[in-house]
Structure formats: structure tokens, C-alpha cells
């Protein structure tokens, strides 16, 4: 039996990858030595996958920054704002990451599917012209073979990488399908003398698609197959089941369909049923998207059973999706509970739990192994450290009642207009600034014990003390303390919640060199003691102006964090929202007026099926208004949402009933505010006029530009001024520039409508 994994980190056990990056990209590393860690740390995870007893390495898993965003450049569909920025290399990263020297913005990124890695948005347009160059998969693949591997590369789709694309010049970007298929055939000719399969994504199968789709995508795979018919293809599908879509996959006639039996409700006995005599078939039993332990025990009835339906040789074992989304190996955790490490895989444990599910159906196994398996999944389920029945009890008694401020909108907004006193077009920003090096020495410091705990509180509201003198430089009506003590938005908060367990080592890529480090949600969830009031309560003594308290909202900690699969997601959810709201209820105590919770991973964690999504959302508003709905009506709650394609969920976040969202715009030039124009969202609203992910800064006229934009589907009056995210990765200098220009832009936008409104009156 083949066993297989659908992809492996890129970061590196201890990140090498981002620091590598980072090092370039400050010109301390060249080019060549970029490359040269980027090959150490395929050869390594190649290694990992062979030693583990996997009959394939995956080959083109690997990027500097974005799978997607290397198919781009394979295929040359490089825009042309981006021709003339350099090198091959240079011109990659401007891609991503803009252009500050000529002042190009980067291509859009948003969120793949329902994960927390983003990616870069292909854009094409009516001139697209393909310049297809292969030859960095076909030189890894040559590069694991020489090395002894068995070499299975892996390639996003066509469908999938065009349905992800975005038109440009009223082009549509299905007119660009047949050079692509023409070139994939040529891909696929050229890889299938070297390789014995060829994994091609198709994620897309696992969402509502229709019936002109499917027929695109069934002529497609037919073009394919008769182009390039020694290819053996392996059509990968993944997040979901098919569904609706399960005929379209075994129709394709590709050699082999891998379906992902860890999400969604997939039918195997359909699927064995129809399989056709020519197609293999890959289960992942083993999650790509959570670490907690495969319970073998379940798995193994089902791999059995396609076994003696289909036979050894047409049956592959493999993770659900690509193991980018865990940690890499959690054999440098040695902090943790022993109790709770034990139930847990990374990525190196993954591979060695598929290679065991194939030998123990190939026959060659061992019953230690299974056992070890069995005892800790025993041991997890209904342990007393998973448990708190005061929580279970507290959540029992919410009431319809705790969902609802105390009225309306409509109401609200003229007291806190009263009480807030701002001016027309307010500007403030998403809440983090500058992680600067200094914070991070006495972070280090800190937990190591070589700072003291009033060194470092004295440390903190220096850095606190500086962000809001530098705010009232700048102008900015609504200010933030600019978390100097948060690490991480959610694992900040998991930090002061019970529940919650942490890793040392536990990175995992968000985009480019951005890593995060989840906190694993084990067990019941309750606030131990105040998390965010002291630090809000002392930014707030230094200034008259507002001070925006800023918390992670419910469903974001819930998506970010890898969650216990013992207690429905709903039921998490909830829990976390009746912490949160105790934290709320003590900020406005504590005199702040303003509060925002952000809730980047809404749309985030919206199922992929539209028959999936009503569910999800009634919960997920339910838990926000939980979080907020016991403050008065002269607090205004904010809310902030980023790199996400919600504007079909609009009505659902109204819902919210928060006084104003903040929403990432700018890389998308405003193209999200469309969705206003048929829906009147009653609320106000803070579109960022900058991109924060890149270190350029754009000009005075660009953000005015913005906003312009934004006023043709935003009143006046509800209109506020912000980035687009927050500004932890950013430097400094370019911060203070960047926002320098906006409050400018919102100076010029009230002088204009001010002298309107006085023409209007005389």
C-alpha cells in the first residue's frame, strides 16, 4: 500500500525559513544563500518523509512565500505593473510585497479557503500573455531523485488557480482557460517520465459549484488526460467533501482522487461504489489541520474496507490536506503537560502515523504501536483536566436577553456621538504598533528571568507612554496602547484563559515570513483574572482623547487556535464569548469609551458549503453579540476584519449590531465596498486606506484616492480613517510616514465637506 503526505511545512523546525527571508530582505543575506537554506530545508523535509517509511517525498510543496504566487510565475502571468522591477527574485517579492522604490502596491492576498494562510490573488486581464517556465519543479524533482526519493510533485490546478483569480479590465478570466490547459499538458508531459504520480490540487471541487463549472471542469481533465496520457494523475481534494461534485471528480479520468475524510461528511461506501476500475483511490485519515492524534482505531476499519473493496495496489493512505497548517515537529516541545503532549502529533509524527496505518493494513505492523495509540486517545477523552462543570453550567444559563445591546443603532449613535465628541472623518488605527527589537529583548528577558516582573511592567508603560505621545503627534483622534505586551492576538489572551495549553516551538506559516504560534485549546475555557484593564486603564490616564480597548473576539480565538474535536465548535465558541464578555464589562468599568473586537476570522471560518453556512453564522454572530451586548449605549464597540471575501455574508454581519467595523480594502483597490451599493449597511465603517503587509508607503493623493472611492458608497458621517490591519510587522519610520499621510488625507476630506456643508447653508 503508498502512503503519502499532501504537502509538508516550509518553515523550517525553528523557522529558518522566515529568518532566511527577513535577512534578505534587510540585504544582510544574498540571493544564492537564500537559496541555499531554502534547498537545506527541502532535503530535510524530504528526508523526514522517506525515514518515516513514506513510499513518495512531495516535490513543489516548497515556497519562498506562496504556492499560489509561484504558479503565477511558472505560468508567467506576471502583471505588468511588475516587469520592470528587477530580477526574477526582485520581481517575485515585489509581487508580494510591493514595490516602495517605484511605488508599486503588491497583488492582493486574501484567505485559502477556510484556513489562516493566505495567499496572493492572480490577476489577469484581456492582454494576458503565458510565459510558462517549469524548470524550478522539474530541478527539485530531479535534485529528491538523485537524493534516492521517490519524487510525487505536486501542482494547484487549473480550475481551482482560476476559480481563486480575479478578472482585471473587464476581462474574464475563463477566456484565459485553454492556454492554460495547452500548458499544463506540457507540464504534465514533461514531469510523467520522472515521476509515477502527479498530485493536482483541486479544492475547489469541495464547494458549491455549477453545472457550467463542472462541464468546464470535465472538458478540462479530458484535454488533460488526452494530451498527456502516460501522466498518472492523483485529482487532490481537500477541506471538504464533494458532495454534489463527487460524480464531476470520477468522471475527470485522472489516474487516482484523494478525498479528505477528516472534514466534511464524506461517503466512502458511495465513493467505493462508483470508483472507477481505472482510478486509485486516496483516503486522509490523518488531519492536516488540527494536532491532535489520529485515533487509529477509527481509522483502520475504514482503510480495511477499501481495501478488500479496491485491493492494496489501487488504495493510498495520506494526510487530509497539506501539513503546511501544523506545527513541524513536536519533539521540541518539551514544556509541555506529558499528559496532554501525549495527545498530540505535528507534522514528523503525522508521517509516521500514516506510514503506520499502510504497513498495519499491509500486514507488517506492530501492536505496541497501536496500543500506545489507543491508551492516549483514551486518556483524552473525558479527562478531568478537559472539564470545569461551573463553565458547562454557565453556558446553559444564557439567555436570549445577553444576545442584545440595550437599543438599537440608530439610538446608540447619537449618544456616543455626544459623548465622544470626534470629529468628521475620525482616524485611528487597528490596534498593534512596531514590535521594535527593544520589546522583544525584554520579552526574552523577561521570561527568562533576567528582567524583573516591575522592570518589565516598568519597560511596558514606557513603550505604552511613547505609543500614545507619537499618536498625539500625528493627530490621530482615537488612539490604542499599541499592545507591546501581547505576542500574538490570540495566544495573549489564551495565555490568561483556562483551557489553553502552549508550545515553544509550535510555529506555523500565515504568509510569507509571518509565522504564528496557536494556542492549543484542550479543555473548558474561563478568565481567570482581568487580561487587558491595567495596561487600557494606564494608556487612558495619559491622554484626553479616546482610548480604543482592543480585544480578539470569540470566533477569531476559535479559528486560530488549534481546538479541542471532543465538544462541538459551537459550544467552544460560547464559552470563550462569556470570557470575553467579563473582560468587556471591566474595561467600560474602567472608563474606556471605545472597545473594539476583532473578529479577522469570521469569514475564516465559514464551511464551504452554502448549506453549512446558516448554522455557522447564527452561532458565531451569537457568540460576538454574547461577547458585547452588556455594555451601555454611550460605549461604541468596534469590530475589525481583514484579508477575507465576506461581502456575501454582509447581512449576517450587520448582525453584529456593532457601532462601527474597520475592514481591509486598499490591496483590493475598495473593491469590497461594492457590496454597499445593494446593501445598506447601517452602521459605520472604516475601510483601511493603506496596506500594512508591505513596507511601502503610500502618498497623500493615493489615500485620498482611497477615500474618495469609499465616499461613493459611504456617507460622510459614518466614514472612518485606518489602515488596514495592524502595524506590528511594520518599522517605525515607515508607520509614522504612512500614517502621517492619512490623517492628512482626513484634514483635506473635512475642509472639503466642511466648506460644502457651508456653501450648503448660506
Not at 459549484?209 to 494523475?233: I, Q, W
Not at 488531519?287 to 481495501?307: E, M, Q
Amino acid at each position: 500500500m503508498q502512503t503519502h503526505i499532501l504537502g509538508f511545512p516550509r518553515i523550517g523546525r525553528k523557522r529558518e525559513l522566515k529568518k532566511a527571508l527577513e535577512g534578505y530582505w534587510k540585504g544582510e543575506l544574498s540571493e544564492r544563500q537564500l537559496r541555499n537554506t531554502a534547498d537545506e530545508l527541502k532535503k530535510r523535509h524530504w528526508k523526514v518523509q522517506h525515514d518515516a517509511g513514506l513510499s513518495f517525498v512531495t516535490v513543489g510543496d516548497f515556497s519562498f512565500y506562496d504556492h499560489v504566487l509561484d504558479l503565477t510565475v511558472a505560468l508567467g502571468a506576471v502583471p505588468h505593473r511588475f516587469r520592470n522591477t528587477g530580477s526574477a527574485f526582485d520581481t517575485y517579492f515585489a509581487m508580494a510585497r510591493g514595490d516602495g522604490s517605484r511605488n508599486i502596491p503588491a497583488m492582493e492576498m486574501t484567505k485559502w479557503f477556510n484556513t489562516n494562510y493566505h495567499y496572493i490573488v492572480p490577476e489577469l486581464s484581456s492582454d494576458q500573455t503565458f510565459q510558462p517556465s517549469l524548470d524550478w519543479l522539474e530541478d527539485d524533482v530531479a535534485l529528491a531523485r538523485r537524493l534516492g526519493f521517490h519524487a510525487k510533485p505536486v501542482l494547484l490546478g487549473p480550475i481551482t488557480y482560476l476559480a481563486l483569480s480575479k478578472d482585471r479590465t473587464g476581462f474574464s478570466r475563463w477566456e484565459s482557460l485553454p492556454q492554460l490547459t495547452e500548458i499544463y499538458i506540457s507540464f504534465l508531459e514533461r514531469l510523467a517520465p520522472q515521476c509515477g504520480w502527479i498530485q493536482i490540487d483541486e479544492p475547489i471541487l469541495c464547494t458549491d459549484m455549477s453545472d457550467s463549472l463542472r462541464e468546464t471542469f470535465l472538458e478540462t481533465y479530458r484535454l488533460l488526460r488526452k494530451g498527456a496520457p502516460s501522466a498518472r494523475t492523483l485529482l487532490t481534494t481537500y477541506f471538504g467533501s464533494l458532495g454534489d461534485n463527487l460524480g464531476t471528480a470520477l468522471d475527470s479520468e485522472c489516474s487516482g482522487l484523494h478525498l479528505d475524510l477528516c472534514a466534511g461528511n464524506a461517503s466512502i461506501t458511495d465513493v467505493l461504489t462508483a470508483l472507477p476500475e481505472h482510478m486509485s483511490l486516496s483516503l486522509g485519515v490523518v488531519d492536516g489541520h488540527n494536532i491532535w492524534k489520529t485515533n487509529c482505531a477509527s481509522a483502520l476499519p475504514v482503510l480495511r474496507n477499501a481495501a478488500l473493496k479496491l485491493g492494496n495496489d489501487r488504495l493510498l493512505v495520506g494526510s487530509s490536506c497539506s501539513l503546511l497548517h501544523v506545527p513541524v515537529d513536536l519533539e521540541l516541545e518539551t514544556e509541555l503537560d506529558p499528559e496532554i503532549r501525549s495527545w498530540m502529533a505535528f507534522a514528523v509524527q503525522k508521517c509516521h502515523e500514516i506510514a503506520l496505518l499502510g504497513q498495519t493494513i499491509d500486514g507488517g505492523w506492530t501492536p505496541e504501536c497501536l496500543n500506545e495509540n489507543r491508551l492516549a486517545i483514551e486518556s483524552r477523552y473525558l479527562n478531568v483536566k478537559t472539564i470545569d462543570p461551573d463553565v458547562r453550567r454557565r453556558c446553559r444559563n444564557v439567555t436570549p436577553d445577553m444576545l442584545n445591546r440595550n437599543t438599537p443603532y440608530a439610538v446608540r449613535c447619537g449618544k456616543q456621538e455626544k459623548a465622544l465628541n470626534l470629529p468628521l472623518f475620525p482616524t485611528t488605527t487597528i490596534g498593534s504598533y512596531p514590535q521594535t527589537e527593544a520589546i522583544r529583548k525584554a520579552r526574552r528577558e523577561y521570561r527568562k528571568g533576567e528582567l524583573s516582573p516591575a522592570a518589565y511592567e516598568t519597560f511596558l508603560k514606557r513603550t505604552i507612554q511613547e505609543v500614545v505621545e507619537q499618536q498625539e503627534k500625528l493627530g490621530l483622534d482615537v488612539l490604542v496602547h499599541g499592545e507591546p505586551e501581547r505576542t500574538d492576538m490570540v495566544e495573549y489572551f489564551g495565555q490568561q484563559l483556562e483551557g489553553f495549553c502552549f508550545t515553544e516551538h509550535g510555529w506555523v506559516q500565515s504568509y510569507g515570513s509571518r509565522c504564528v504560534k496557536p494556542p492549543i485549546l484542550y479543555g473548558d475555557v474561563s478568565r481567570k483574572h482581568p487580561m487587558t484593564v491595567p495596561w487600557l486603564a494606564y494608556a487612558q490616564s495619559l491622554t484626553k482623547k479616546p482610548m480604543k480597548g482592543m480585544l480578539t473576539g470569540p470566533v477569531t480565538i476559535l479559528c486560530w487556535s488549534f481546538v479541542r474535536d471532543d465538544l462541538e465548535r459551537e459550544e467552544v465558541c460560547r464559552q470563550l464569548a462569556l470570557a470575553l464578555r467579563d473582560e468587556v464589562l471591566d474595561l467600560e468599568r474602567a472608563g474606556l469609551k471605545i472597545i473594539q473586537i476583532d473578529e479577522a476570522a469570521l469569514r475564516e471560518g465559514l464551511p464551504l458549503r452554502k448549506k453549512e453556512a446558516e448554522k455557522y453564522l447564527r452561532w458565531a454572530i451569537d457568540a460576538f453579540r454574547l461577547t458585547v451586548s452588556g455594555v451601555g449605549d454611550t460605549t461604541q464597540i468596534h469590530t475589525h476584519m481583514c484579508y477575507s471575501e465576506f461581502n456575501a455574508i454582509l447581512k449576517w454581519i450587520a448582525e453584529m449590531d456593532a457601532d462601527v467595523i474597520s475592514i481591509e480594502a486598499s490591496r483590493s483597490d475598495m473593491e469590497l465596498l461594492q457590496a454597499f451599493v445593494d446593501f445598506k449597511y447601517p452602521s459605520a465603517i472604516g475601510p483601511g486606506v493603506y496596506d500594512i503587509h508591505s513596507p511601502r508607503v503610500p502618498s497623500l493623493e493615493e489615500m485620498l484616492e482611497h477615500l474618495e472611492q469609499a465616499l461613493r458608497f459611504i456617507s460622510p458621517e459614518k466614514l472612518w480613517v485606518n489602515p488596514d490591519c495592524g502595524l506590528k510587522t511594520r518599522a517605525w519610520p515607515e508607520t509614522l510616514l504612512a500614517l502621517g499621510n492619512m490623517v492628512q488625507a482626513a484634514r483635506v476630506l473635512r475642509q472639503k465637506y466642511s466648506d460644502t456643508q457651508n456653501i450648503m447653508t448660506r
